[in-house]
């Protein structure tokens, strides 16, 4: 009933409203783009598009004046006397004569400086006029790109039909195209509410626009602003120490306030700072408009080229309060010859400022969407929409939502799946694929020669994954159902081994997923697999060392996991495990052929005839938890999607019991805790933490398989992003246990605060990495490792590497290495 009351006020609402509407061109007749039209002393504003069409909605016709405010150009105000639904006003903007005689020039001190200071001085203040606000929010987002090719490195380019049906012969045209309106409800310096009452997506009738209020809350009062790094504010505390400044004029808007343009200079090139012009107001210092490019290897990414980030404020004379209207953030970027290009239009009006909120006004819900906010039909969103369509865009609604309804017919999808589902005689050897879209379901087959899972170890020698699975999905209840089985061959062991999965979620409300799998394979001693195929593929091959350890596992296992709190998810499991010890079958290597592999026995490697453990069976629960405090999420119609609040830690515990073993002694109980945390140091990096602790309860005679294994590294290459899960230069079970343990990993990455100001090295653009990693166990002395290395390393737009010193100590015995990191491996595995 809610909802329905509150369409009635839109439709009410609207139909009591009028519209204002026209072009606005310089005085040559060339369109203006992104000129803020707006109502004086109120906060109804809208902005021109490409073309300078702009459409303001008003109140009270015959009583406004309308302001037209645009960077360059004199501010205009035109008072409209018409009483009329309708009214056509076509604006003709002359350039602004800026001006220098009105400020004093001292020859010894730089003017713009002055200003910047009496800016950072006020920015409390004006900060706190906009604390808190309710106001009325839309956005429009597009996505282009130019000269996009069919395959890139033999891979075939599927941006699906949605995204690509009015892409030219070339490659070229609109990818993605979607608006929404909304209410929103804020409080510095985070705190949101918004709620999406209009979504639209080009070619997407079903579709959820993700451009949210959330998403781009810019705010230059504050010291940084988040863009994937913390950018320094041109009026931040420290700002002096990263920019120059350039008075280049002022000039009078129409409330008769002086406008100082200053131009932003960075000191250093590869620091995280914007360059461009901030629009100061004198006397007050708050500000007037931003006009900023932010380099993409300022943010550290390199794909992107240059963003720019404009904003404009209107200033109401009642309240004296300087308000942001309108913000545009449009990007370029590229890889492989192609070029993207995107551009987010967001217009703020019908401000409201509260002097506080209800305790209760903000939860942990950031946005909601309406039932029904994606089936707004065209005259709403021709009524509604502050921003008038391109030619451009408009042509893309009409042509992508046109084709959705014959691509979305069983006859279409049929068609074109059969042209897809056509079976080759290679298939059988290569794998085939089955797709029936309307029905929602798919079938795959892997094929006998499924050469990228070949892989190597001493046990199986080369070995070969294939298989089929099966896939059926409903995304609008949020349910999919997979089947699969993969089968194993090893050639040296000249073992086949067979494993098969289910997995069925039942809605992405709580994400209840139930699971069972069962067969057999070789599992690696640790199970978090701390060696992946390939690297022991390589590492055996090339150079003789076999770091992977492995034993057959025959099992049956059913697991279920589930959302239970916000924030706080269950997941538990049942398995019967049945353990058998495996030896070398292969000596084989490409290289050092005349040396050893190590024995298949992590407790003894030169000791090839005694197994690790003995044959057993026993059966295993676990119960485990995953806290995340401050959890926020979205809530759309088709779902719940969450997100972590980076200001909390997350907590995970754990439980595990083995018990009905073949002998008594294997039975035991476990149970343990992590925390990790990521401690942001503003514009200095960010500290990352993980620590964690466990106990065995029972474990004194417990398989090797059963111990507490780490994650260590001997083959000197990291595969992840981040090394706060594993020591680099420890052996992988040479600190096992089955007692009680704490494991600690530190990790600072200074996002480029040290490595931009060291000349040279800075034209690496990389940044620095400080890392300190402790084990303590019973009865063994602890082992540390410091290390220090750099991220963020590579070849032009590819920075896939990073390298780092490390040095161990563990009872008086010392190491050195180093590790090289292969970011790419973790896609690859």
């Given at each position: 009933?809610?909802?329905?009351?509150?369409?009635?006020?839109?439709?009410?609402?609207?139909?009591?409203?009028?519209?204002?509407?026209?072009?606005?061109?310089?005085?040559?007749?060339?369109?203006?783009?992104?000129?803020?039209?707006?109502?004086?002393?109120?906060?109804?504003?809208?902005?021109?598009?490409?073309?300078?069409?702009?459409?303001?909605?008003?109140?009270?016709?015959?009583?406004?004046?309308?302001?037209f405010?645009?960077?360059?150009?004199?501010?205009?105000?035109?008072?409209?006397?018409?009483?009329?639904?309708a009214?056509?006003?076509?604006?003709?903007?002359?350039?602004?004569?800026?001006?220098?005689?009105?400020?004093?020039?001292?020859?010894?001190?730089?003017?713009?400086?002055?200003?910047?200071?009496?800016?950072?001085?006020e920015?409390?203040?004006?900060?706190?006029k906009?604390?808190r606000?309710?106001?009325?929010?839309?956005?429009?987002?597009?996505?282009?790109?130019?000269?996009?090719?069919?395959?890139?490195?033999?891979?075939?380019?599927?941006?699906?039909?949605?995204?690509?049906?009015?892409?030219?012969?070339?490659?070229?045209?609109?990818?993605?195209?979607?608006?929404?309106i909304?209410?929103?409800?804020?409080?510095?310096?985070?705190?949101?509410?918004?709620?999406?009452?209009?979504?639209?997506?080009?070619?997407?009738?079903?579709?959820?626009?993700?451009?949210?209020?959330?998403?781009?809350?810019?705010?230059?009062?504050?010291?940084?602003?988040?863009?994937?790094?913390?950018?320094?504010?041109?009026?931040?505390?420290?700002?002096?120490?990263?920019?120059?400044?350039?008075?280049e004029?002022?000039?009078?808007?129409?409330?008769?306030?002086?406008?100082y343009?200053?131009?932003?200079?960075?000191?250093?090139?590869?620091?995280?700072?914007?360059?461009g012009?901030?629009?100061?107001?004198?006397?007050s210092?708050?500000?007037?408009?931003?006009?900023?490019?932010?380099?993409?290897?300022?943010?550290?990414?390199?794909?992107?080229?240059?963003?720019?980030?404009?904003?404009?404020?209107?200033?109401?004379?009642?309240?004296?309060?300087?308000?942001?209207?309108?913000?545009?953030?449009?990007f370029?970027?590229?890889?492989?010859?192609?070029?993207?290009?995107?551009?987010?239009?967001?217009?703020?009006?019908?401000?409201?400022?509260?002097?506080?909120?209800?305790k209760?006004?903000?939860?942990?819900?950031?946005?909601?969407?309406?039932?029904?906010?994606?089936?707004?039909?065209?005259?709403?969103?021709?009524?509604?929409?502050?921003?008038?369509?391109?030619?451009e865009?408009?042509?893309?609604?009409?042509?992508?939502?046109?084709?959705?309804?014959?691509?979305k017919?069983?006859?279409?999808?049929?068609?074109l799946?059969?042209?897809?589902?056509?079976?080759?005689?290679?298939?059988?050897?290569?794998?085939?694929?089955?797709?029936?879209?309307?029905?929602?379901y798919?079938?795959?087959?892997?094929?006998?020669?499924?050469?990228?899972?070949l892989?190597?170890?001493?046990?199986?020698?080369?070995?070969l994954?294939?298989?089929?699975?099966?896939?059926?999905?409903?995304?609008?209840?949020?349910?999919?159902?997979?089947?699969?089985?993969?089968?194993?061959?090893?050639f040296?062991?000249?073992?086949?081994?067979?494993?098969?999965?289910?997995?069925?979620?039942?809605?992405?409300?709580?994400y209840?997923?139930?699971?069972?799998?069962?067969?057999?394979?070789?599992?690696?001693?640790?199970?978090?697999?701390?060696?992946?195929?390939?690297?022991?593929?390589?590492?055996?091959?090339?150079?003789?060392?076999?770091?992977?350890?492995?034993?057959?596992?025959?099992?049956?296992?059913?697991?279920?996991?589930?959302?239970?709190?916000?924030?706080?998810?269950?997941?538990?499991?049942?398995?019967?495990?049945?353990?058998?010890?495996?030896?070398?079958?292969?000596?084989?290597?490409?290289?050092?052929?005349?040396?050893?592999?190590?024995?298949?026995?992590?407790?003894?490697?030169?000791?090839?005839?005694?197994?690790?453990?003995?044959?057993h069976h026993?059966?295993?629960?676990?119960?485990?938890?995953?806290?995340?405090?401050?959890?926020?999420?979205?809530?759309?119609?088709?779902?719940?999607?969450?997100?972590?609040?980076?200001?909390?830690?997350?907590?995970?515990?754990a439980?595990?019991?083995?018990?009905?073993?073949?002998?008594?002694?294997?039975?035991?109980?476990r149970?343990?805790?992590?925390?990790?945390?990521?401690?942001?140091?503003?514009?200095?990096?960010?500290?990352?933490?993980?620590?964690?602790?466990?106990?065995?309860?029972?474990?004194?005679?417990?398989?090797f398989?059963?111990?507490?294994?780490?994650?260590?590294?001997?083959?000197?290459?990291?595969?992840?992003d981040?090394?706060?899960?594993v020591?680099?230069?420890?052996?992988?079970?040479?600190?096992?246990?089955?007692?009680?343990?704490?494991?600690?990993h530190?990790?600072?990455?200074?996002?480029?605060?040290?490595?931009?100001k060291?000349p040279?090295?800075?034209?690496?653009?990389?940044?620095?990495n400080?890392?300190?990693?402790?084990?303590?166990?019973?009865?063994?002395?602890?082992?540390?490792?410091?290390?220090?290395?750099?991220?963020?390393?590579?070849?032009?737009?590819?920075?896939?590497?990073?390298?780092?010193?490390?040095?161990?100590y563990?009872?008086?015995?010392?190491?050195?290495?180093?590790?090289f990191?292969?970011?790419?491996?973790?896609?690859?595995?």
């Amino acid at each position: 009933m809610r909802n329905y009351t509150l369409l009635a006020f839109l439709f009410f609402s609207i139909s009591n409203f009028a519209q204002i509407k026209g072009t606005i061109t310089d005085d040559k007749g060339n369109p203006l783009p992104f000129v803020s039209v707006f109502e004086e002393n109120t906060y109804s504003g809208t902005t021109s598009n490409e073309q300078g069409n702009y459409q303001l909605t008003v109140k009270e016709v015959g009583k406004n004046k309308i302001t037209f405010q645009y960077l360059g150009f004199k501010t205009q105000k035109i008072t409209v006397s018409r009483d009329s639904k309708a009214i056509t006003l076509n604006v003709k903007m002359l350039e602004e004569s800026f001006d220098l005689n009105e400020v004093v020039i001292d020859p010894k001190k730089n003017p713009a400086d002055a200003i910047i200071r009496s800016a950072i001085k006020e920015k409390k203040d004006n900060s706190e006029k906009t604390a808190r606000y309710t106001a009325d929010f839309y956005s429009k987002g597009m996505f282009k790109v130019k000269d996009l090719p069919k395959k890139i490195l033999g891979k075939k380019v599927d941006l699906g039909a949605d995204m690509t049906s009015n892409l030219d012969s070339t490659g070229t045209g609109i990818l993605y195209l979607s608006e929404t309106i909304s209410k929103i409800t804020f409080e510095k310096p985070n705190k949101l509410k918004e709620k999406i009452i209009a979504s639209k997506i080009s070619g997407n009738n079903k579709g959820y626009s993700y451009n949210t209020a959330s998403l781009s809350t810019y705010d230059f009062y504050d010291n940084t602003l988040d863009f994937d790094i913390k950018l320094i504010s041109p009026i931040a505390d420290n700002a002096f120490s990263y920019y120059k400044y350039k008075l280049e004029g002022t000039f009078y808007d129409d409330n008769n306030q002086q406008i100082y343009k200053i131009k932003v200079i960075p000191k250093r090139d590869k620091e995280p700072v914007f360059e461009g012009y901030i629009y100061i107001v004198d006397d007050s210092f708050a500000i007037y408009a931003i006009d900023l490019d932010i380099k993409g290897y300022r943010m550290k990414n390199e794909f992107t080229e240059v963003m720019n980030l404009k904003q404009s404020f209107s200033y109401n004379a009642k309240n004296k309060i300087w308000t942001k209207n309108a913000q545009t953030l449009e990007f370029i970027a590229g890889i492989f010859g192609i070029k993207f290009s995107g551009k987010f239009n967001y217009v703020y009006s019908n401000y409201e400022f509260p002097s506080s909120f209800e305790k209760k006004t903000f939860g942990n819900e950031v946005v909601a969407f309406e039932l029904d906010a994606n089936k707004k039909d065209d005259s709403f969103w021709n009524e509604i929409r502050p921003i008038p369509l391109t030619l451009e865009e408009s042509t893309d609604y009409t042509k992508k939502d046109s084709l959705q309804i014959i691509r979305k017919s069983q006859k279409y999808t049929d068609s074109l799946d059969a042209k897809n589902n056509k079976f080759k005689v290679t298939d059988i050897l290569m794998g085939y694929d089955y797709k029936n879209t309307f029905k929602k379901y798919s079938l795959d087959y892997k094929g006998l020669l499924n050469l990228t899972s070949l892989s190597f170890n001493t046990i199986q020698g080369f070995n070969l994954d294939s298989g089929f699975s099966f896939k059926k999905w409903n995304e609008e209840k949020g349910k999919s159902t997979s089947i699969s089985t993969t089968f194993n061959y090893g050639f040296s062991d000249e073992r086949f081994r067979v494993v098969g999965e289910f997995s069925h979620k039942f809605n992405t409300i709580n994400y209840a997923t139930i699971g069972a799998s069962g067969g057999t394979k070789v599992a690696q001693f640790n199970s978090a697999e701390p060696i992946s195929k390939l690297i022991n593929s390589v590492s055996s091959l090339f150079f003789k060392d076999n770091y992977m350890k492995l034993y057959n596992l025959e099992f049956a296992q059913i697991n279920y996991s589930q959302n239970i709190l916000n924030g706080v998810s269950l997941n538990a499991k049942v398995a019967y495990e049945q353990r058998k010890p495996l030896f070398n079958t292969t000596d084989y290597s490409f290289f050092k052929r005349d040396d050893m592999y190590s024995s298949n026995n992590p407790l003894a490697p030169n000791d090839f005839t005694t197994p690790a453990f003995d044959p057993h069976h026993l059966f295993k629960t676990a119960l485990s938890a995953r806290i995340n405090f401050g959890n926020k999420y979205i809530s759309r119609p088709d779902g719940r999607y969450n997100f972590k609040d980076d200001k909390y830690p997350t907590i995970l515990l754990a439980f595990e019991k083995a018990f009905a073993a073949s002998e008594k002694k294997y039975e035991f109980e476990r149970i343990g805790a992590s925390v990790l945390y990521d401690l942001s140091l503003d514009n200095k990096g960010t500290l990352g933490m993980n620590f964690k602790a466990g106990k065995f309860f029972n474990a004194e005679n417990i398989s090797f398989i059963d111990y507490r294994h780490f994650n260590g590294n001997q083959t000197h290459i990291g595969t992840s992003d981040r090394y706060l899960n594993v020591f680099n230069l420890m052996p992988y079970y040479a600190n096992s246990t089955n007692d009680s343990y704490f494991e600690m990993h530190l990790e600072h990455n200074d996002t480029g605060f040290i490595m931009n100001k060291i000349p040279l090295l800075n034209l690496l653009k990389s940044t620095m990495n400080i890392g300190f990693h402790s084990l303590a166990i019973p009865d063994r002395k602890p082992y540390t490792e410091f290390t220090v290395g750099l991220d963020n390393l590579g070849f032009g737009k590819f920075k896939i590497f990073r390298l780092d010193y490390v040095h161990s100590y563990q009872g008086g015995i010392q190491q050195n290495g180093v590790v090289f990191g292969l970011k790419i491996l973790n896609v690859l595995n």
